[in-house]
T-cell receptor, first 113, second 120 residues
Framework: EDQVTQSPEALRLQEGESSSLNCSYT??????LFWYRQDPGKGPEFLFT???AGEEKEKERLKATLTKKESFLHITAPKPEDSATYLC??????????????FGTGTLLAVQP | ETGVTQTPRHLVMGMTNKKSLKCEQHLGHNAMYWYKQSAKKPLELMFV???????ENNSVPSRFSPECPNSSHLFLHLHTLQPEDSALYLCASSQDPIGSRWGRSGETQYFGPGTRLLVL
């Protein structure tokens, strides 16, 4: 059964304290792994798509990496405005009937000034 | 956020009411999705439309009825809902070119702001 597990569930950082969020996945053929940011009461905002192991993408203080079993979202010198829930999702490949995304439950990040 | 819009943003309804949620995408996509997001649970896919044809119905109760009149608009018709249906309902869209289902690249889905639904 396809699964996505995110850890930790919640993370509290001081401003400037770098850390990483983890997304472990089990899927029969990966077409894509997606990271989203979600602020309270809003829809998920797209951050990155990773397609193959070894791929990395960066955007401001965020860097996403991918292996065959997991993805990391590294946050360097975070600021309070980085506080949000970060969602990971995978898209099954090779024979999947639709572009179905399987989501994890997210990591709630709080960055204190 | 203006790429995918949803109305209303908030909705309170009784169990005997009938209401509709509306989603509109301005991204030129041809696939649209309804998701349900409840507290402490992953986003749950409800329905998928590709080229205005429903391609997935994820065992959703019949009190939820989707409609996709064209590739830019998606509706979710609600009737005789239960309190446990209270949640954030999210619409998303993506590009789904012919053959991508069997291809190697995933298509990014872009989400609207959601409708916060409370069923009393």
């Amino acid at each position: 059964e396809d699964q996505v597990t995110q850890s930790p569930e919640a993370l509290r950082l001081q401003e400037g304290e770098s850390s990483s969020l983890n997304c472990s996945y089990t899927v029969s053929g990966l077409r894509g792994l997606f990271w989203y940011r979600q602020d309270p009461g809003k829809g998920p905002e797209f951050l990155f798509t990773l397609y193959s192991a070894g791929e990395e993408k960066e955007k401001e203080r965020l860097k996403a990496t991918l292996t065959k079993k997991e993805s990391f979202l590294h946050i360097t010198a975070p600021k309070p405005e980085d506080s949000a829930t970060y969602l990971c999702a995978v898209q099954e490949g090779y024979g999947g009937a639709t572009n179905k995304l399987i989501f994890g439950t997210g990591t709630l990040l709080a960055v204190q000034p | 956020e203006t790429g995918v819009t949803q109305t209303p943003r908030h909705l309170v309804m009784g169990m005997t009411n009938k209401k509709s949620l509306k989603c509109e995408q301005h991204l030129g996509h041809n696939a649209m999705y309804w998701y349900k997001q409840s507290a402490k649970k992953p986003l749950e896919l409800m329905f998928v439309y590709s080229l205005e044809e429903r391609v997935e119905n994820n065992s959703v109760p019949s009190r939820f009825s989707p409609e996709c009149p064209n590739s830019s608009h998606l509706f979710l018709h609600l009737h005789t809902l239960q309190p446990e249906d209270s949640a954030l309902y999210l619409c998303a869209s993506s590009q789904d070119p012919i053959g991508s289902r069997w291809g190697r690249s995933g298509e990014t889905q872009y989400f609207g702001p959601g409708t916060r639904l409370l069923v009393l």
